[in-house]
């Protein structure tokens, strides 16, 4: 579930409205953009069903957008760069499409991660700070990783084990759901922004054309080694914590 927890207000006619007509623009200009392009029917599905999965957990979790009533321009701008994923994601299989891209192709990735910035900095500014916007923003990131290990895996000599790069915050999720004793908040951390930077940074680097085997390798390693100790770093302290408040 991408807003767990109690729904924090009532959803006004008016939110509904702008988040389900948000949706379906941005479907239908994902949908143009494919079509343009000729695209495979197969990529039409990888990255069309997607996108309407996000956008039913993002209309399904607006009740979280509490106290406010407008969808928001930093909404808006998360939901392109969901969009954006989920067109990357339909290269997923597709190497030799992915490689005629060229450059295209990771200057797209850096794109989407520059806009990350900015839906932040739109919510604060515009006040429409929220547990949703953050919460999508949070798992926008985690699919973006997710599907540049993919990418990363199959165009270059890294190999299918960068895919645990991405893998890993779903595994860790996965874990919490499991073991629900240990699920509570983290503290905010430098660290971990820095990691998400640095690993994105670093994998959307390895996708740049002509960069030897060696250099995509050595990428693809940092950036799974930095969000490995980073996750187990935090696997640590909540179960630290667990252990802690179970003997007081």
Not at 6 to 19: H, K, M, N, S, V
Not at 148 to 157: F, N, S
Not at 225 to 234: K, M
Request: contains cysteine; aromatic residues 8%.
């Amino acid at each position: 579930m991408m807003f767990p927890g109690e729904a924090g207000t009532a959803i006004t006619p008016r939110l509904r409205r702008d988040a389900v007509l948000a949706v379906a623009l941005t479907a239908a200009a994902m949908l143009a953009l494919l079509i343009g392009q000729m695209a495979h029917p197969l990529q039409f599905a990888q990255s069309l069903l997607p996108f309407a999965l996000i956008g039913g957990f993002l209309i399904r979790g607006l009740s979280h957008h509490a106290p406010h009533t407008r969808f928001g321009a930093a909404n808006l701008v998360t939901l392109l760069r969901a969009a954006g994923v989920c067109l990357l994601a339909g290269l997923i299989g597709r190497v030799e499409e992915a490689a005629n891209l060229g450059w295209l192709l990771p200057l797209t990735a850096l794109a989407i991660l520059a806009l990350d910035g900015l839906d932040g900095w739109l919510a604060r500014r515009l006040g429409l700070v929220s547990a949703f916007g953050a919460r999508f923003d949070m798992e926008v990131d985690g699919f973006l990783i997710l599907v540049l290990c993919l990418l990363v895996a199959e165009g270059t000599a890294a190999g299918p084990w960068v895919v645990l790069c991405g893998a890993l915050r779903y595994l860790f999720l996965a874990w919490l759901t499991l073991m629900p004793r240990y699920d509570r908040p983290l503290p905010p951390s430098l660290r971990r922004k820095s990691v998400f930077v640095v690993q994105a940074i670093a994998l959307v680097a390895a996708l740049v054309p002509g960069l030897p085997d060696f250099a995509a390798t050595a990428l693809a390693a940092l950036a799974t080694g930095l969000v490995t100790a980073s996750f187990a770093i935090d696997s640590l302290f909540l179960y630290r914590t667990e252990r802690k408040e179970r003997t007081l």
